[in-house]
């Protein structure tokens, strides 16, 4: 039910052909203050129309739109304002949840169109850092919600698993490394031998050329090398398997930057048949001065290939075995260039399709303001963010709720999803502040709250012993506090949809935030488990609640348990 269009329904049906319905509904406003009504037609595009007064217009044509939605029309100088029914919009509005459940907000959008999505993309024997974070959890919710207007994901982790750093590492395992040590702690034994190579390289020239002769044979498929190389990749990965699994995000692949090895010769070729190729100091580019660009590097001096041209042979891989309908990438804003570049070379290259590809970039987690930096090992380890994350949950759960059963399982489920959540709650492209403390608080903005909040809705549910809730005629609501919720309610198609245009999950975040808080104010004010005539329609609300906010979150990736 959308109480906007069939506001607009009713309107048209007195203007005939002098309005478009879809004109109306773009003409309906929401007045600035609650006594002025729900709904405001404002008459001066009709009145230019029909050369009249707009004032007179409203006042003739106020009396005419009736539908059951409406309880009362006003007319105020060129405004028709409407004021909603509330029990007939609420009982229609929990009738559609219940009935729903977690499908309510579902809209035929992308008709099952495949929509590759370039997400969190670690380097191998690097940290994960923040970033990749974001990607990793902004990708997922996308995803979510592409799911959720009826398009077919597909989960792409585009791994930095190849380039000249390999052989630096091989060097550097090789000189100073141990079996056991990488075992034990791949990532950080190989960062730091990755840091140590730098640090020795500082004076002694000579480590670099060793590093470029073993990236050289890795090419080369030599053995040693590869073998080397295969293992750093699957323990690096090991690793990136635990986030993954505590954030509960799959990836349908894995197909990172070594996968596109054998299909860059056809990129190359395919630059070349289009006279796209020229040749600067011994580099092959592309250049994009009519894109007011860069040139494109395609391939090194010494041959070597290069991300432009994994990326490129990466997009007609998709193209070719997807057949996508758009293909997005969440990667960081620094990186807005190189996919302006690669759009650019394949415009030139004659695919439309290129107009397809979205980069959906994003802003930069700080401390204090700075940037998280990963150079000189002074990283932030992900999992020990997350570590830290559950502890202080589990600190929160035992004070609260010392009884509460599967406190470890309930706390790895709030402090992991007080992480996500606080990434998704601001807006894509800005930066914001990370401080654990302030993350991982049950009031506020945050995902414990939202959680904390469902958690109350469902022990409500179980106070009444009801466990599901059928449509009736009965969940009718005329109060205040019930029709803040019950507009958050209506407006969750909408939300949806705008999260979607915009590729931002925050709306859905800012969603769940607000639905809690309203939640929040009807049950401090309004008496649910006392005996009154609403009481019915009280808790088919409640319900309609649980399913909202749950939904809200598991588009976002945060688990919602029932007690905490
Ligand atoms: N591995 C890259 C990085 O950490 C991100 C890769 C993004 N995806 C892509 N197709 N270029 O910066």
Not at 148 to 174: C, E, M
Not at 251 to 262: L, T
Not at 403 to 417: I, S, T, W
């Amino acid at each position: 039910m959308d109480y906007r269009q069939l506001i607009a329904e009713a309107i048209h049906t007195e203007l005939q052909d002098h309005l478009e319905l879809n004109e109306i509904n773009l003409l309906l406003e929401k007045p600035k203050h609650a006594e002025h009504g729900d709904i405001a037609f404002p008459t001066f595009q009709l009145a230019k129309l029909l050369r009249q007064n707009p004032a007179q217009i409203a006042s003739e044509l106020g009396d005419k739109v009736t539908s059951p939605l409406i309880s009362k029309t006003e007319v105020v100088g060129p405004y028709i304002n409407f004021y909603l029914n509330k029990e007939s919009v609420s009982q229609a509005v929990i009738n559609e949840v219940i009935v729903d459940k977690g499908n309510y907000g579902n809209l035929s959008i992308g008709n099952g169109g495949n929509v590759p999505i370039d997400m969190s993309s670690p380097n191998i024997a690097k940290p994960m850092s923040m970033g990749h974070l974001r990607s990793t959890v902004i990708g997922n919710a996308l995803s979510n919600i592409l799911e959720k207007v009826d398009f077919s994901p597909i989960r792409i982790n585009h791994l930095g698993d190849w380039g000249t750093q390999f052989g630096k590492l091989i060097t550097a395992y090789k000189k100073w490394g141990s079996e056991e040590v990488v075992k034990a702690e791949p990532i950080k034994e190989l960062l730091r031998l990755y840091v140590k190579f730098h640090d020795e390289a500082e004076n002694d020239p000579e480590l670099e050329d060793e590093g470029r002769a073993w990236f050289r044979r890795l090419e080369e498929g030599n053995e040693e090398a590869v073998a080397i190389w295969k293992w750093f990749r699957e323990e690096s990965l090991k690793e990136f398997e635990n986030v993954y699994k505590r954030l509960n995000i799959a990836f349908d692949s894995y197909n990172g930057e070594a996968f596109y090895n054998d299909k860059m010769a056809t990129v190359v070729d395919l630059l070349d048949e289009h006279k796209l190729l020229t040749v600067d100091q011994g580099a092959h580019i592309v250049n994009l001065d009519k894109y007011d660009l860069n040139p494109a590097l395609i391939r090194k001096s010494d041959g070597a290939t290069l991300y432009m041209t994994r990326d490129l042979a990466a997009a007609l891989y998709r193209r070719d075995n997807y057949d996508f309908s758009q293909s997005l990438y969440v990667v960081g804003q620094e990186q807005a260039n190189h996919f302006k570049q690669l759009k650019a070379v394949l415009k030139e290259l004659g695919f439309d399709w290129s107009d397809d590809i979205h980069h959906i970039p994003f802003g930069l987690i700080t401390k204090d303001g700075k940037k998280l930096s990963t150079r000189k090992g002074k990283v932030v380890l992900l999992e020990e963010v997350l570590n830290e994350a559950t502890a202080l949950a589990l600190q929160q759960i035992e004070e609260k709720n010392p009884d509460l059963p599967n406190k470890e399982r309930v706390a790895e489920q709030v402090g992991v999803g007080a992480v996500v959540f606080h990434d998704l709650k601001n807006d894509r492209l800005n930066n914001f502040d990370f401080t654990i403390e302030e993350v991982v608080q049950f009031e506020g903005e945050t995902g414990p709250y939202v959680q904390y909040t469902r958690a109350r809705a469902m022990s409500i549910m179980r106070k009444a012993g009801i466990h599901g809730v059928s449509p009736s005629e009965q969940h009718a609501l005329s109060d205040e506090y019930s029709w803040e919720v019950v507009k958050l309610l209506h407006d969750y198609p909408k939300t949806i949809k705008r999260a979607y245009e915009n590729y931002e999950p925050s709306i859905i975040a800012k969603h769940a935030i607000q639905l809690a808080q309203a939640f929040n104010r009807f049950y401090a004010n309004v008496r649910v488990l006392d005996e009154h005539p609403e009481k019915e329609a009280r808790l088919a609300l409640v319900f309609a609640i649980t399913e909202v906010l749950k939904e809200d979150l598991r588009i976002l990736g945060v688990q919602t348990p029932d007690e905490m």
